[in-house]
């Protein structure tokens, strides 16, 4: 399945509304115009500046692994020779959340998965995911913690028809 832009000159406002479960709330939108065509998908990982991922390469090498994972089980194949039909790239970063009472506060984390236009670099679809981020977690069931979050972003990309 291909993806057809037409026009996508910006951002699409925040259509495809956001669920909270277990203290991760996630959502998702679609680029404006963006349509489905086509019986199968090719996609690469997008390696342009400021795509870099994280800090933590474990971090990294798991949200790559669950993603290619998750792509794969929606029909997507990685394509590394030839110009994919996609690019996929993720962004992310912490922040610190208070209470209103002031007197507690935590680390959140978020996390953004991207589907972009390999042509124009435009935004096809966006999945994001926020939580907080719990550092006493072993390495294990931080891989298990990732997969769920990239599992439940990626739920919401339905390819088919732009919601």
């Known amino acids: 399945m291909k993806f057809v832009l037409g026009g996508l ?3 699409a ?3 495809a509304g956001c669920s909270t479960t277990g203290g991760l709330e996630v959502g998702s939108f679609w680029g404006p115009a963006a349509k ?3 019986a199968s998908s090719t996609y690469d990982w997008e390696e ?5 991922g994280f800090e933590n390469p474990e971090v ?4 790559r692994a669950s993603i290619d994972q998750h792509m794969a ?3 997507f194949r990685r394509e590394t020779k030839a110009r994919p039909d996609l690019w996929v790239r993720y962004r992310g970063g912490k922040y610190i959340q208070q209470a209103e009472s002031g007197f507690q506060s935590w680390d959140e984390g978020a996390l953004g998965v991207e589907i972009l236009d390999p042509g124009s670099g435009g935004l096809i679809w966006r999945g994001t995911a926020k939580t907080r981020i719990d550092y006493s977690v072993s390495p294990d069931k931080l891989r298990k913690r990732i997969d769920q979050i990239v599992q439940r972003i990626l739920s919401n990309f339905t390819p088919g028809s732009p919601k």
């Not at 342009?48 to 870099?52: H, V, Y």
């Not at 990294?60 to 949200?63: K, R, T």
């Open 9 to 11: 000159s910006g951002l």
């Open 60 to 63: 990294n090498n798991a949200l």
């Open 36 to 38: 489905l065509s086509g």
């Open 13 to 15: 406002v925040l259509a």
């Open 48 to 52: 342009r500046e400021g795509s870099k």
């Open 73 to 75: 089980a929606k029909g």
